[in-house]
């Protein structure tokens, strides 16, 4: 198993600056891709932004050229830098990894249990 912890979220104005950590914590673990997801009052759930264990990355077309995600493959952790910040990104930030666990090459799936941003205009 794997458990995911977020942190970093908090109240900024519009304009302003975010940084997103989410740790991965277990035994036996390899983490492949990681990324983020948000959900805003009465919305489904979204992609934010992804990364693969060899840096490549994704982004959702709202938050280009804005958010950077990257990770630390020794930490087993990802951050999500939010810049320029928007009413609009308001929300709760999900984290979600991929992972194989113990030998196995299965693709096993995990959340945290999310970190609010809440931009203020």
């Known amino acids: 198993q794997v458990q995911l912890v977020e942190s970093g979220g908090g109240l900024v104005q519009a304009g302003g600056s975010l940084r997103l950590s989410c740790a991965a914590s277990g035994s036996r673990f390899t983490i492949n891709a990681m990324g983020w997801y948000r959900q805003a009052p009465g919305k489904q759930r979204e992609l934010v932004a992804t990364?693969?264990?060899?840096?490549?990355?994704n982004y959702e077309d709202s938050v280009k050229g804005r958010f950077t995600i990257s990770r630390d493959n020794a930490k087993n952790t990802v951050y999500l830098q939010m810049n320029s910040l928007k009413p609009e990104d308001t929300g709760l930030y999900y984290c979600?990894?991929?992972?194989?666990?113990?030998?196995?090459?299965?693709?096993?799936?995990?959340w945290g249990q999310g970190t609010q941003v809440t931009v203020s205009s």
């Open positions: 990364i693969t264990r060899g840096g490549g990355t």
């Open positions: 979600n990894c991929n992972a194989w666990i113990g030998s196995s090459t299965v693709n096993h799936n995990y």
